[in-house]
C-alpha cells in the first residue's frame, strides 16, 4: 500500500500584499503545561517547521513560567530558525495576581504600555523584532489616536512589522484603522462551531469586506465539543461525528477544521497542541471537504434550530 502524503500548511497573505503566515499557526499558550525540555521545545518547533507552520502564536500573558521565556530559550539554541518563522504576540491584558500590586484585572492600550510590553517580549522571545502584534482585548478606554501613536513608533523602530488586534467587533476595528495609514493585518477570534458569535455580530463579514484574513482561536472550543454534557454540546458531537464517518475523516477534529476553512473570510486556524500527531492530522484536514448541507447541518446542530 502506498504511504499516505502528508499534507503540509502553506505560506498565506492576511492582507492584499500583506505578511504572509502559514495557513495554520501553532499557538503556544500551554506551553508551561507540556513539561518540556528546552532541547524538546526546540525539536517541537523544527518538527512544525518542516510541516509548513512556520507561524507561532504567543501572548504577554501567556503561562507561568512565560510561554514566551520557554519558547526564547529554545530559539536561543538554534537562532537561525529565526528567519523562518513568524512570531505573532500580543499585548494589553494586565491580571491581578498573588504577587502583584494590581487589585483587579484590567486592559490597558496606552502607548507607554504597549512600548514596555513589546520590549518585554523582545527580550522573553531573544528576538529584535516581532512580526505581527495584536491588541489582545478592547479596551474600554482605548484612545485610537494614541495607540496609533504606539504602533507607528515601533514600526519605525523595526521592532513591530504589522499590527492587528484580537476579539475586536466590527466597530472597535474600524475605528482603530481610521486612525492608521496602514491596514491592520488581522483580526483574532473565537471561531467554531459552538460560539457562533462572530457569524451573528459582523466580524467575519467585516473581514471579508476587508481581504483580510481572520485568525481563528479556540477552533476545538477548548475540547467542550468532545466532554460536554449540554444539549447543544450533545447536538454537536453527534452531528460532527455523523459526518465524520460521511467524508472520511480520521476525527471529528478534522470535521470542524474543515467547517472553519469553509468559511468564505478564509480564517487561518491556530492549533493549540503541544503533539506533532495532532498537528499532523489538523494540516490532513485540508483534504476533506464539506458540502453546505453537511456545513448547515453543524450549524443547525450548534442552534438547535433550522434556518429561518
Known sequence: MAQEIQSKAQPVSLTPNGLSLSSFVQGYWRLADWQ???QQRLDFLKQHIELGITSVDHAS??????????????????PSLRKDIQIV???????ATATSSKRVSH???????????????????????LDLLLLHRPDFLLDADEVAEAF???RIQGKVRYFGVSNYSPSQFSLLQSRLEFPLATNQLEINPVNLGVIDDGSLDQMQQLRTRPMA???????????GDTPQLVRLRKVISEIADEIGADSVDQVIY?????????????????????????????KL?????????????????NVP
Open 89 to 95: 504576540t500580543k499585548c494589553g491584558i494586565h491580571l
Open 152 to 154: 507607528n513608533s515601533l
Open 289 to 305: 471537504s464539506l458540502s453546505r448541507e453537511q456545513w448547515y447541518r453543524i450549524w443547525v446542530a450548534s442552534t438547535g434550530h
Open 217 to 227: 482561536w479556540s477552533a476545538l472550543a477548548g475540547g467542550q465539543i468532545f466532554t
Open 36 to 38: 518540556m525540555t528546552i
Open 258 to 286: 474543515q467547517w472553519i476553512l469553509n468559511m468564505p473570510s478564509k480564517p487561518i486556524i491556530i492549533i493549540g497542541s503541544g503533539k506533532i500527531a495532532r498537528l499532523k492530522s489538523a494540516l490532513n484536514s485540508q
Open 107 to 129: 486592559y490597558t492600550s496606552s502607548k507607554p504600555q504597549i512600548l514596555e510590553s513589546v520590549e518585554k517580549s523582545l527580550v522573553r522571545l531573544k528576538t529584535d523584532y
Open 61 to 78: 500573558i501567556y503561562g507561568s513560567p512565560s510561554c514566551e521565556s520557554l519558547f526564547g530559550e529554545a530559539l536561543a539554541l538554534e
